[in-house]
């Protein structure tokens, strides 16, 4: 599976600004445009973390996952350039999304019971998408992926960058590379 995270960048200061219906509604908002990148690029999205998104894909084209996940973002960043225009107009701000993508095995399940059971994604690969989201922070990048996903993209993804990091709550260092989405693909080198 292809397991991306995302997260809109300095959302706290914009969650202490805002009184806490238009929040509510900023964010149906934001995670209903998501949503509609996703599905059309035949992502799951397994879960919300605050502001965050835990997406997966493979699950009908398991060929296809990280092509798909790949696609997605563009997609989702797309509907962010939509989106922004509104909040700058509303509320003097926009989004900045962050993504981590990984790619691997994990365990794909229904959890829970009754109407709050949900579709769930299990394992180390998850904690893995996470943290390379995790790293976009402290590398001030916007979108980071695993080598796994570079091998798995070949050799059309454009890389701008790559560094060996260590990933919080995991041993050894691990190889992440900055993606550009294709407005960015003038500035970008290939691999």
Avoid: W
């Amino acid at each position: 599976m292809a397991i991306l995270f995302t997260d809109i960048e300095n959302y706290t200061p914009f969650a202490e600004a805002l009184p806490p219906y238009d929040i509510i509604h900023v964010l149906n908002r934001y995670f209903r445009l998501m949503n509609e990148a996703i599905s059309e690029h035949h992502g799951y999205l397994v879960d919300y973390v605050g502001d965050g998104i835990l997406v997966i894909f493979g699950l009908e084209r398991p060929n296809e996952a990280v092509a798909d996940a790949l696609a997605a973002v563009q997609a989702m960043y797309r509907a962010l350039d939509r989106l922004n225009p509104y909040l700058q107009q509303m509320y003097q701000r926009t989004f900045r999304v962050r993504a981590g993508l990984h790619y691997g095995p994990v365990v794909v399940g229904h959890v829970g019971e009754g109407p709050s059971r949900k579709l769930a994604a299990i394992g180390d690969n998850v904690n893995m998408a996470s943290r390379i989201e995790s790293a976009n922070k402290e590398l001030g990048t916007q979108f980071l992926v695993s080598e796994a996903v570079v091998q798995a993209a070949g050799p059309d993804l454009f890389v701008h960058r790559s560094c060996a990091r260590t990933l919080k709550g995991k041993s050894g260092k691990y190889q992440l590379y900055e993606v550009m989405m294709p407005l960015d693909v003038a500035t970008a080198l290939p691999r």
